[in-house]
């Protein structure tokens, strides 16, 4: 079975309420009459009721940008599965690189993120990527295996669509500089391959796979071209109507 692609938005810390139902507005139109792939966005936590009410009867998913384990709590600073589920929103962004690298969440703590958005019918958006230093110094492939084995430690699955994986090189976030669609292939197949090694093969085989770093509509039809490419988890280009609209509209 074909993987369903995926096209994801991650508005950071970016709009005010006003420019987020606009934003938001504009991406359901965007994909009213597409119906071959999802599209999701994640906006800041400030407008994500106003987001769900624009979304709602669309085919645009809403998604948080982190979530917390536990269903309520002394936890400062969190939002809990329950409050995304009760507000509609389906899943999450867990592990993003400014979470690892900006805020220095470590694998375990993102372990316990994904294990409570999954066990609260959230599907997570695993994050994961090396840094250039890492990539130069040969490393890729260990500490990507690293974060894929400590992420996913205690997890498992019904089915693939509880889990969606991202592969973000850090070098390539919100610099520019995007991987070559040879050099993301190639890591995507190694991390289907992981995966299968993880959960069953055929779980493995249908999940979704998204790229991450400097997607814009120059280069996403490329990207999704390639076969273990299901998808882009997009920064800076989602938070422009028409760039996001190209991107959404990919043709393989
Ligand atoms: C991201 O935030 O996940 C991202 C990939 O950002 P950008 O598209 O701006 O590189």
Redesign the pocket.
Known sequence: MARRPLI?G?W?MHTSLDEARALAVAVVAASNDLDDRDVMIAPPSTALSEVAGVVADSNVILSSQNVHWAVKGAFTGEISPLMLKDIGCKMA?IG???RRHVFFETDELINKRIQGAIENEITPVF?IGETLSQREEGKMIDVLEGQVWSGLENVSLHNASQLVV?Y?PVW?????K?ATENQAQEVHAYLRDLLGNIFEKNIAAQMRILY?????PENIDILMQQDDIDG???????LEADSFERIIRFHK
Do not use: D, F, Y
């Open positions: 994801a991650n950071k962004i993003h690189s400014e994050c991202a973000e390539a976030i919100g610099t520019g995007t991450g770093g400097s997607v814009k882009v988890l997009v920064g800076g280009a989602a």
